[in-house]
């Protein structure tokens, strides 16, 4: 039981885009220095959950609340706390890296970013194209970028949506990194995904979503191995 206040508390969380529930009552929590996976199957409810928290898509009903904030009441305040990766799209195809990371620095209003956005870049290995137009990047050019802006000013809340889709290894690797280094200074970090292992590598807990729904919470050792595999497909049946 942890007796610290989360850094996001859902309660009750409806999502309906006209006649479809895309999120049908979830309620989660998240706790600063930890990480907590969303795991299910693509139409399972996460990115639209993640882009709630993120304040990109507003609540039907339901209360929000992410390091203070509400969601619904002080959207501004909430968005500052907030890094976001999503699911897709979010980059300017005309623009490099490194305007994108200028752009998010003014955004943020950061002081002496430069060196840490280097660190980054150079993580993911994207010191190379770092000035060169994204329209030509792959999916997982754009995946890693992506996680790079999210990370840049060491929000206190990360979220990263299907931040592992169509990445290589050493992206995988840099993003497990990001998500240490973010528990490790006290961060909460969030990450959706539809890949059981590497939601157990990344993740302390993880919250199983099926139907818009939340059907299960559990730590992340319980989704390890053969085991964990059948636990999961029990969990989606």
Not at 147 to 172: C, Q, R, S, Y
Not at 200 to 229: F, H, K, N, P
Request: proline share 4%; charged share 25%.
């Amino acid at each position: 039981m942890n007796d610290r206040p989360p850094i996001v508390d859902v309660r009750g969380l409806h999502v309906r885009f006209g006649e479809v529930e895309a999120v049908a009552g979830v309620d989660l929590v998240a706790y600063a220095g930890q990480s907590s996976a969303l795991l299910g199957r693509n139409g399972a409810g996460k990115s639209t959950t993640m882009r709630v928290l993120a304040g990109v898509v507003p609540a039907t009903a339901g209360t929000v609340v992410v390091a203070g904030h509400d969601v619904r009441h002080e959207p501004l305040m909430a968005k500052r706390a907030v890094g976001y990766c999503p699911d897709v799209g979010g980059l300017v195809p005309r623009a490099t890296p490194w305007e994108h990371l200028q752009l998010t620095a003014r955004l943020r209003r950061l002081r002496d970013w430069e060196d840490r956005a280097r660190d980054l870049l150079e993580r993911f290995e994207l010191g190379d194209v770092a000035h060169r137009v994204t329209a030509g990047f792959s999916h997982g050019m754009g995946r890693r970028l992506s996680v790079v802006l999210a990370a840049l000013h060491e929000p206190d809340v990360l979220l990263l949506d299907e931040p592992f889709d169509g990445v290589d290894p050493i992206g995988v690797e840099a993003t497990l990194e990001v998500v240490s280094d973010a528990r490790a200074r006290g961060a909460c970090v969030l990450v959706s995904t539809h890949l059981r292992e590497l939601a157990v590598e990344a993740c302390t807990t993880v919250s199983v979503l099926r139907g818009g729904s939340r059907v299960a919470t559990m730590a992340s050792t319980e989704m390890l191995g053969e085991e964990g595999a059948r636990a999961y497909r029990g969990l989606l049946d």
